[in-house]
């Protein structure tokens, strides 16, 4: 197993674009998380899906964000619309469904909005 | 709500040199506790854990021990190396908040040759 995968590892975007990005779990995995890491920050929590089911989302998840799960596999994070202020490293990560302690990260795609 | 606060860096030490992290949280009841490093350009990989008190969590030298009476996780190592300069995150995940990590603001360490 290669561990957590993301794509892009880095994007650059005009204000105003559209951007998604794509995650691939460990393939065992039920659970994927999304969290967003700011410079400087550590990294918040956004959303949570047990297999294709999306059971949480942060305040920090504005109306401009989506995020799917369609097959309980891989996952993508959209973001409408960007504005700078949403430029940050967006990391992904997985875990089993039994036990809080199996959280696996992958390395993360950095967002630049210009 | 749940939190960790960790102690701030950046944190420059000579090759060898003892290292303290420190992290004190709040939270409701007995939450899990974790240290977390994340290399430059990479995303972060579990150092150390513990989930309940008075657990000693340990790896690679770095030691860490779940202090309920002082809401404490302190990250120690005894003789630092180059190759241990990274950005080290303290996390905890609640007892009411099972899904997601809530992460202090990391400690930037750099150890010099």
């Known amino acids: 197993d290669t561990g957590v995968s993301q794509d892009p590892r880095h994007k650059i975007t005009k204000r105003g674009q559209n951007v998604t990005f794509r995650c691939d779990p460990i393939s065992e995995h039920n659970r994927l998380y999304w969290y967003r890491q700011t410079l400087g920050q550590g990294p918040e929590f956004l959303t949570y899906f047990q297999n294709e089911a999306q059971l949480e989302k942060s305040r920090l998840l504005s109306d401009r964000f989506s995020a799917e799960r369609p097959k309980g596999s891989f996952s993508t994070l959209e973001i409408q619309r960007t504005e700078q202020g949403d430029s940050a490293m967006y990391l992904c990560?997985?875990?089993?469904?039994?036990?809080?302690?199996?959280?696996?990260f992958g390395s993360g795609t950095r967002l630049t909005v210009v | 709500g749940d939190s960790v606060t960790q102690m701030e860096g950046p944190v420059t030490l000579s090759e060898e040199a003892f290292l303290t992290i420190n992290c004190t949280y709040t939270a409701t009841g007995y939450p899990s506790l974790f240290w977390y490093v994340q290399y430059p350009g990479e995303g972060l990989q579990l150092l150390l854990k513990a989930t309940k008190a008075d657990d000693k969590g340990s790896n690679k030298g770095f030691e860490a021990t779940y202090r309920k009476e002082t809401t404490s996780f302190h990250l120690e190592k005894g003789s630092v190396q180059v190759s241990d300069s990274a950005v080290y995150f303290c996390a905890l995940i609640g007892v009411n908040t099972g899904n997601q990590f809530y992460f202090g603001t990391g400690t930037s360490l750099t150890v010099i040759p």
């Open positions: 990560a997985s875990s089993p469904t039994t036990g809080n302690y199996g959280y696996t």
